[in-house]
T-cell receptor, first 117, second 114 residues
Framework: AQTVTQSQPEMSVQEAETVTLSCTYD???????LFWYKQPPSRQMILVIR??????QNATENRFSVNFQKAAKSFSLKISDSQLGDAAMYFC??????????????FGKGTKLTVNP | NAGVTQTPKFQVLKTGQSMTLQCAQD?????MSWYRQDPGMGLRLIHY???????DQGEVPNGYNVSRSTTEDFPLRLLSAAPSQTSVYFC?????????????FGSGTRLTVV
């Protein structure tokens, strides 16, 4: 079974600075998808960024980028020019690419990000 | 499009009571699921469905029932509420052939069992 580990329960960053959130995962599959979700105090789960395992190029969405190291099974999220609105829980998630298998998102336990003014 | 709609947003139950959490989506997603979120535990899968008439258990199914009679709706039933079921519940849906899209989540239901 796949597992996702977020080793940093809490992180803090100064406004306008850069922060990196860590995520590692364990799988025997070669094809899969990885996601970072943001959960602000409103409780809504918001997709931040996605990465296909077969793509070597790291995904980027505006100020958010990932460092995907497939061999190391690592998927970190970098937030540049941090803003107060980035304060939230961040969850790393894994999704199998196998069709017909047990379909689900496997989540890490989350990292609470605080942004200091 | 409304996306995924969950009702109610908040609920307080007494131990032993039953209730149904509603979930509806208007995106014609084949896949629907229920997760619970507890502090320090992330989100854990309760039940899921890959189409009308098809359901299966997830990681923490005990004490919950589901059914899927239509593509749009996927209600979660608590048969006899227990304090251990105090949690935030999320419904999520997805296409099955566009795996890189991730899931679309509802806004959650905060359930307290006293």
């Amino acid at each position: 079974a796949q597992t996702v580990t977020q080793s940093q329960p809490e992180m803090s960053v100064q406004e306008a600075e850069t922060v990196t959130l860590s995520c590692t995962y364990d799988t025997s599959e070669s094809d899969y998808y990885l996601f970072w979700y943001k959960q602000p105090p409103s409780r809504q789960m918001i997709l931040v960024i996605r990465q296909e395992a077969y793509k070597q190029q790291n995904a980027t969405e505006n100020r958010f980028s990932v460092n995907f190291q497939k061999a190391a099974k690592s998927f970190s999220l970098k937030i540049s020019d941090s803003q107060l609105g980035d304060a939230a829980m961040y969850f790393c998630a894994y999704r199998t690419a196998l069709q017909g298998g047990s379909e689900k998102l496997v989540f890490g336990k989350g990292t609470k990000l605080t942004v200091n003014p | 499009n409304a996306g995924v709609t969950q009702t109610p947003k908040f609920q307080v139950l007494k131990t032993g009571q039953s209730m149904t959490l509603q979930c509806a989506q208007d995106m014609n997603h084949e896949y629907m699921s229920w997760y619970r979120q507890d502090p320090g535990m992330g989100l854990r899968l309760i039940h899921y469905s890959v189409g009308a008439g098809i359901t299966d258990q997830g990681e923490v199914p005990n004490g919950y029932n589901v059914s899927r009679s239509t593509t749009e709706d996927f209600p979660l039933r608590l048969l006899s509420a227990a304090p251990s079921q105090t949690s935030v519940y999320f419904c999520a849906s997805s296409y099955l052939d566009r795996l890189n899209y991730g899931y679309t989540f509802g806004s959650g239901t905060r359930l307290t069992v006293v």
